[in-house]
């Protein structure tokens, strides 16, 4: 019997160290671990640096002040443009930066997943990325091309999270829906990977009805399995969840002005997953 | 649009000769995906598969390819191909996709910047951040949309360029410039390309009703302007009848460009 790596949130936490490296996977407003992010907000982390394709877990993150550093191409709702933490935390130069290019991400997650320094790219040449990560170096083909190239540098993680529609108890995540965004590569790279999901099912389950394609993250490069269902809320986890807009308007509200933010705050995320769960019931009731 | 032309339709809306423009450039684009971003570009771009580029791909907005061309905003009733991110970001490098992005600024060398306004290190504006313009520029067509054509938009040099210009791919080499291609800007007023010998914007036809005094006290650079500018050409019957009752028969398009 291979070991059962279920936990809770509050686990996956205690597994964590303020200082710590964490990509955070899905994509935008989709699919995200937010019931994991919003354990790391309960807890006393800090000073982390967060690897992400930018949404509320930015966000949520930032405006707790946990970001020391992101890496990132950008922040996004989605159906709203501008995620309006992440904006307001550049904009007081909340946190350093690496911005990167989406596809230099990609690739530079793949390096830190393949244990390469870097990768090499065309992406980023000419642009002022080059310029805000001083850092970023080209490297010149040794074959007769001779080309010039960014050597998008390996991002190397310490621990990843992300969520899923199912997974066993023994780490093999599950996507149902139509893009599985990058969260195996953000498992691969990472020295300990937390897969939080909507459902555990039996293994022998997982493929009822799915194909094998379907299995996206394997158990190999898994630490510890969460069942949080509606966990990536007020992300979109389809076919389980839509996004909730109406939700996700409210947090652009609250966001975007100072005065609300402490009650918008108070009223969701004072309390535990149960307590937040509980509060989007309240909030749905009431507009209804 | 009380108006009537000699189509015997109500007469041709601004957004409707920005639905043109925008399908055109990607007249003879062959077998490429096209990626529109914005609803006048993604009309355009379902203008064009229906009409003279019937080889074009056309994602649903999320991870798939669909086989027919809804109107914008609805599913496609039947799919050819997957295109999750990661294979959207791995095809861009194969060049076979000509992009139509949106340009918080965008200055006559074609530098576009959707990254923030203002000092990098600290913005007085966060916009999106660079997004996949950088990886966009360098490897397949980039075209431009900016629906509010405006010395906001158009100026002397962007502060954070995310697409990469003619002069800025020039001075990194040939790397840079191998498969950096811009063919064009669409607006609200009109449309621009790069067909100039030091490679600036220029401008290509002005809109029907628009002036060039409109155009060029908008833009916040000296715009490259030819002797004879001719008018954005007109959209036939049928396609405007596929705009307005196919494509976009909730008049999305003209939210984007007010009348």
Same mark, same amino acid.
């Given at each position: 019997?291979?070991?059962?790596?279920?936990?809770?949130?509050?686990?996956?936490?205690?597994?964590?160290? #303020?200082?710590?490296?964490?990509?955070?996977?899905?994509?935008?407003?989709?699919?995200?671990?937010?019931?994991?992010?919003?354990?790391?907000?309960?807890?006393?982390?800090?000073?982390?640096?967060?690897?992400?394709?930018?949404?509320?877990?930015?966000?949520?993150?930032?405006?707790?002040?946990?970001?020391?550093?992101?890496?990132?191409?950008?922040?996004?709702?989605?159906?709203?443009?501008?995620?309006?933490?992440?904006?307001?935390?550049?904009?007081?130069?909340?946190?350093?930066?690496? @911005?990167?290019?989406?596809?230099?991400?990609?690739?530079?997650?793949?390096?830190?997943?393949?244990?390469?320094?870097?990768?090499?790219?065309?992406?980023?040449? =000419?642009?002022?990325?080059?310029?805000?990560?001083?850092?970023?170096?080209?490297?010149?083909?040794?074959?007769?091309? =001779?080309? @010039?190239?960014?050597?998008?540098?390996?991002?190397?993680?310490?621990?990843?999270?992300?969520?899923?529609?199912?997974?066993?108890?023994?780490?093999? =995540?599950?996507?149902?829906?139509?893009?599985?965004?990058?969260?195996?590569?953000?498992?691969?790279?990472?020295?300990?990977?937390?897969? #939080?999901?909507?459902?555990?099912?039996?293994?022998?389950?997982?493929?009822?009805?799915?194909?094998?394609?379907?299995?996206?993250?394997?158990?190999?490069?898994?630490?510890?399995?969460?069942?949080?269902?509606?966990?990536?809320?007020?992300? #979109?986890?389809?076919?389980?969840?839509?996004?909730?807009?109406?939700?996700?308007?409210?947090?652009?509200?609250?966001?975007?002005?100072? @005065?609300?933010?402490?009650?918008?705050?108070?009223?969701?995320?004072? =309390?535990?997953?149960?307590?937040?769960?509980?509060?989007?019931?309240?909030?749905?009731?009431?507009?209804? | 649009?009380?108006? +009537?032309?000699?189509?015997?339709?109500?007469?041709?809306?601004?957004?409707?000769?920005?639905?043109?423009?925008?399908?055109?450039?990607?007249?003879?684009?062959?077998?490429?995906?096209?990626?529109?971003?914005?609803?006048?570009?993604?009309?355009?771009?379902?203008?064009?598969?229906? +009409?003279?580029?019937?080889?074009?791909?056309?994602?649903?907005?999320?991870?798939?390819?669909?086989?027919?061309?809804?109107?914008?905003?609805?599913?496609?009733?039947?799919?050819?191909?997957?295109?999750?991110?990661?294979? &959207?970001?791995?095809?861009?490098? +194969?060049?076979?996709?000509?992009?139509?992005?949106?340009?918080?600024?965008?200055?006559?060398?074609?530098?576009?910047?959707?990254?923030?306004?203002?000092?990098?290190?600290?913005?007085?504006?966060?916009?999106?951040?660079?997004?996949?313009?950088?990886?966009?520029?360098?490897?397949?067509?980039?075209?431009?949309?900016?629906?509010? &054509?405006?010395?906001?938009?158009?100026?002397?040099?962007?502060?954070?360029?995310?697409?990469?210009?003619?002069?800025?791919?020039?001075?990194?080499?040939?790397?840079?410039?191998?498969? &950096?291609?811009?063919?064009?800007?669409?607006?609200?007023?009109?449309?621009?390309?790069?067909?100039?010998?030091?490679?600036?914007?220029?401008?290509?036809?002005?809109?029907?009703?628009?002036?060039?005094?409109?155009?060029?006290?908008?833009?916040?650079?000296?715009?490259?302007?030819?002797?004879?500018?001719?008018?954005?050409?007109?959209?036939?019957?049928?396609?405007?009848?596929?705009?307005?009752?196919?494509?976009?028969?909730?008049?999305?398009?003209?939210?984007?460009?007010?009348?």
């Amino acid at each position: 019997m291979t070991q059962d790596k279920t936990m809770t949130a509050e686990d996956v936490v205690g597994r964590l160290e #303020s200082g710590m490296t964490i990509g955070i996977g899905g994509w935008g407003s989709r699919r995200k671990p937010m019931a994991l992010v919003r354990a790391v907000l309960r807890s006393d982390l800090t000073d982390l640096t967060v690897v992400s394709y930018g949404g509320p877990d930015v966000g949520l993150l930032a405006a707790a002040g946990k970001i020391r550093k992101l890496v990132a191409a950008f922040g996004t709702l989605d159906s709203i443009p501008l995620e309006p933490h992440f904006t307001a935390a550049r904009q007081r130069g909340a946190f350093e930066m690496a @911005e990167l290019d989406e596809a230099m991400m990609m690739w530079g997650l793949t390096a830190g997943a393949q244990r390469l320094p870097f990768m090499p790219v065309r992406a980023g040449l =000419g642009s002022d990325l080059m310029v805000v990560n001083p850092a970023l170096r080209t490297v010149t083909s040794p074959y007769e091309d =001779g080309e @010039e190239l960014v050597a998008a540098p390996a991002l190397r993680l310490d621990a990843a999270l992300v969520h899923l529609n199912r997974a066993d108890a023994q780490g093999n =995540g599950q996507y149902l829906g139509p893009d599985p965004y990058f969260d195996d590569l953000f498992c691969e790279a990472a020295d300990q990977a937390y897969v #939080s999901c909507e459902r555990i099912v039996e293994t022998a389950d997982l493929l009822k009805g799915h194909g094998p394609q379907t299995l996206l993250v394997k158990r190999l490069f898994v630490d510890g399995v969460v069942e949080t269902p509606n966990g990536a809320h007020f992300t #979109s986890c389809v076919p389980d969840h839509d996004r909730d807009e109406s939700f996700q308007r409210a947090y652009v509200r609250a966001a975007r002005d100072p @005065e609300a933010w402490p009650a918008f705050a108070a009223r969701f995320l004072s =309390g535990d997953e149960a307590a937040y769960q509980a509060a989007v019931t309240a909030f749905h009731l009431e507009e209804a | 649009m009380s108006a +009537t032309g000699t189509t015997g339709l109500p007469a041709v809306s601004r957004a409707e000769y920005c639905v043109v423009a925008c399908a055109e450039a990607w007249r003879d684009a062959g077998e490429v995906l096209a990626s529109p971003m914005g609803t006048v570009p993604a009309i355009g771009a379902r203008l064009a598969k229906l +009409t003279f580029s019937p080889d074009l791909l056309l994602t649903d907005g999320e991870a798939l390819l669909m086989a027919d061309t809804p109107a914008v905003g609805e599913r496609p009733g039947s799919v050819e191909g997957w295109l999750p991110f990661r294979r &959207h970001l791995t095809l861009t490098a +194969t060049g076979r996709r000509h992009v139509m992005m949106g340009a918080a600024q965008l200055d006559r060398h074609g530098n576009q910047n959707i990254s923030c306004v203002g000092d990098w290190s600290r913005p007085t504006r966060q916009l999106l951040g660079v997004r996949g313009a950088p990886v966009n520029t360098l490897n397949n067509p980039t075209s431009y949309w900016v629906p509010k &054509h405006s010395t906001r938009v158009f100026v002397e040099h962007v502060d954070m360029v995310s697409g990469v210009g003619h002069d800025r791919a020039a001075a990194a080499g040939p790397s840079a410039t191998r498969y &950096h291609r811009l063919p064009g800007v669409i607006t609200n007023l009109g449309v621009f390309d790069f067909e100039t010998p030091d490679r600036v914007m220029r401008l290509r036809s002005l809109h029907p009703g628009v002036s060039l005094e409109q155009v060029t006290a908008a833009t916040g650079f000296g715009l490259s302007v030819p002797d004879e500018v001719p008018f954005t050409r007109e959209p036939t019957e049928p396609e405007l009848r596929l705009i307005r009752e196919v494509i976009d028969p909730k008049g999305l398009r003209e939210h984007e460009v007010p009348a």
